[in-house]
């Protein structure tokens, strides 16, 4: 094991540097591995042990600019200024990145769904917050197609403008829960909320982030290890 914490340290889904030797690959992931509480999970009503009404979570979303970037195995809208922002239990936390996995990461009474879109966040302190929203993917006319016009593809840069909350359902009803990163080095503690909803994504859209992509990049769901879940209505 190398001693080294490294930004380009390799990494996927498959084979020897795959989900399950992650933490052998250098001390970095190994340190972030021992946080016991994993992501992601599987999710379900009938787990919850902790309904709660003060796991609200505020979205103070803009419409800002974002870039486009393909790295660490997914594509990923960046956005420069960091404007968008959550505030949970008083504290602000700022939408760093937006990226996707497929099939989803978290399921939902043991199923998958095609995509999971994750919405990261953190706080000036370096904390992250994490935002889930899980997809099927349609030909119907849908929230991203180019009739509803709320997501227009600049096709001509690699800059897009649109406002985060596009990603978000209207039902914000949602699971909570502390976890870890999906993506080494793994570390935790992360405040995960993922939106119980399944929403309907593009495939023109889906097939424009998705390609070139890996055929799957998403963590296995690990043991809750006696953690509490969260829904708020
Ligand atoms: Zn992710």
């Given at each position: 094991?190398?001693?080294?914490?490294?930004?380009?340290?390799e990494?996927?889904?498959?084979?020897?540097?795959?989900?399950?030797?992650?933490?052998?690959?250098?001390?970095?992931?190994?340190t972030g591995?021992?946080?016991?509480?994993?992501?992601?999970?599987?999710?379900?009503k009938?787990?919850?042990?902790?309904?709660?009404?003060?796991r609200e979570?505020?979205?103070?979303?803009?419409?800002e600019?974002?870039?486009?970037?393909?790295?660490?195995?997914t594509?990923?809208?960046?956005?420069?200024?960091t404007?968008s922002?959550?505030?949970?239990?008083?504290?602000?936390y700022?939408l760093?990145?937006?990226?996707?996995h497929t099939?989803s990461?978290?399921?939902?009474?043991?199923?998958?769904c095609?995509v999971?879109?994750?919405?990261?966040?953190?706080?000036?302190?370096?904390?992250?917050?994490?935002v889930?929203?899980?997809f099927?993917i349609?030909k119907?006319?849908n929230?991203?197609?180019?009739?509803?016009a709320?997501?227009?593809?600049?096709?001509?840069?690699?800059q897009?403008?649109f406002?985060?909350?596009?990603?978000?359902p209207?039902?914000?009803?949602?699971f909570?829960?502390?976890?870890?990163?999906?993506?080494p080095?793994?570390?935790?503690?992360?405040h995960?909320?993922?939106?119980?909803?399944?929403?309907?994504?593009?495939?023109?859209?889906?097939q424009?982030?998705d390609?070139?992509?890996?055929?799957?990049n998403?963590?296995?769901?690990?043991?809750?290890n006696?953690?509490?879940?969260y829904?708020s209505?």
């Amino acid at each position: 094991m190398k001693n080294i914490r490294n930004m380009d340290v390799e990494w996927g889904y498959t084979g020897e540097r795959g989900p399950e030797n992650w933490h052998t690959l250098c001390d970095w992931f190994s340190t972030g591995a021992k946080y016991p509480y994993q992501s992601p999970i599987n999710l379900s009503k009938d787990l919850i042990n902790g309904v709660s009404e003060n796991r609200e979570i505020n979205f103070c979303y803009k419409t800002e600019e974002f870039t486009e970037k393909e790295f660490k195995n997914t594509f990923h809208f960046i956005p420069p200024n960091t404007e968008s922002y959550v505030v949970f239990e008083e504290e602000k936390y700022y939408l760093t990145d937006i990226h996707f996995h497929t099939p989803s990461e978290h399921t939902f009474d043991g199923e998958h769904c095609p995509v999971e879109f994750h919405l990261v966040h953190m706080n000036n302190s370096g904390d992250n917050l994490v935002v889930g929203c899980l997809f099927t993917i349609t030909k119907e006319e849908n929230k991203f197609s180019k009739k509803k016009a709320a997501f227009v593809w600049n096709t001509q840069t690699h800059q897009q403008w649109f406002d985060p909350s596009i990603f978000l359902p209207e039902q914000k009803s949602h699971f909570h829960y502390l976890g870890s990163l999906t993506t080494p080095p793994t570390k935790g503690p992360v405040h995960w909320f993922v939106f119980d909803t399944v929403q309907k994504l593009d495939s023109d859209f889906f097939q424009r982030i998705d390609e070139g992509m890996l055929p799957f990049n998403n963590r296995p769901v690990q043991p809750l290890n006696g953690r509490k879940i969260y829904f708020s209505e």
